[in-house]
């Protein structure tokens, strides 16, 4: 049986500007995921070194540890990160769910930053500096969503090894 062309999806549509953004559009997303979320790894990581080169206590706001305890608690943060971002650049699926871990993470702890007793905003510019970090980590949840969903192109989940013969 011959397949005609638009049963593959070879129709004239699909070679419009809007279909080649459309397809491009979760691939950027994912690249975006993982130079914010590389960078942010980075920058907890490099705070918790500092953190405990100045052996004080560090206080800030956002993260919800004692201030004796989050040089320790951003070194983690950021390794984890970090470790996280290199299994995902390895390959989509299960090698990106720690990313997405991350990411939940990232948005329960900037969703509950509102709702911890002793955290107040300094006026309506801290206000709306809150809000576009929430709603950003909102785009980078739904973009290591899109790199966690993606088949990896190898490995244990890739479609290759999937049809590989046993023995």
């Known amino acids: 049986m011959v397949a005609t062309l638009e049963q593959e999806g070879w129709v004239p549509e ?8 459309k397809r491009l ?8 995921a993982i130079a914010v979320h590389l960078c942010l790894g980075l920058l907890c990581f490099a705070l918790g070194i500092l953190g405990w080169i100045a052996r004080g206590d560090m206080y800030v706001p956002v993260v919800p540890v004692a201030p004796e305890n989050v040089a320790t608690s951003l ?10 971002v290199g299994l995902a650049i390895r390959g989509g699926g299960w090698s990106s769910f720690l990313m ?9 702890v900037l969703g509950s930053t509102v709702f911890r007793g002793g955290f107040r905003f300094d006026g309506m510019t801290d206000l709306a ?3 576009w970090m929430f709603v950003g980590s909102l785009v ?3 973009a290591a969503w899109l790199r966690f969903r993606r088949r990896p192109r190898y490995g244990i989940g890739s479609q290759a090894y999937m049809r590989r013969p046993l023995g």
Do not use: D, H, N, R
């Open 129 to 131: 500096t809150y809000w």
């Open 14 to 21: 699909s070679f419009g500007l809007f279909a080649q953004v």
């Open 140 to 142: 980078l949840l739904y």
């Open 75 to 84: 070194v983690f943060a950021g390794a984890f990160a970090i470790l996280a």
């Open 25 to 32: 559009m979760p691939k950027l997303f994912e690249i975006l």
């Open 100 to 108: 997405l871990v991350w990411s939940v993470g990232l948005v329960a």
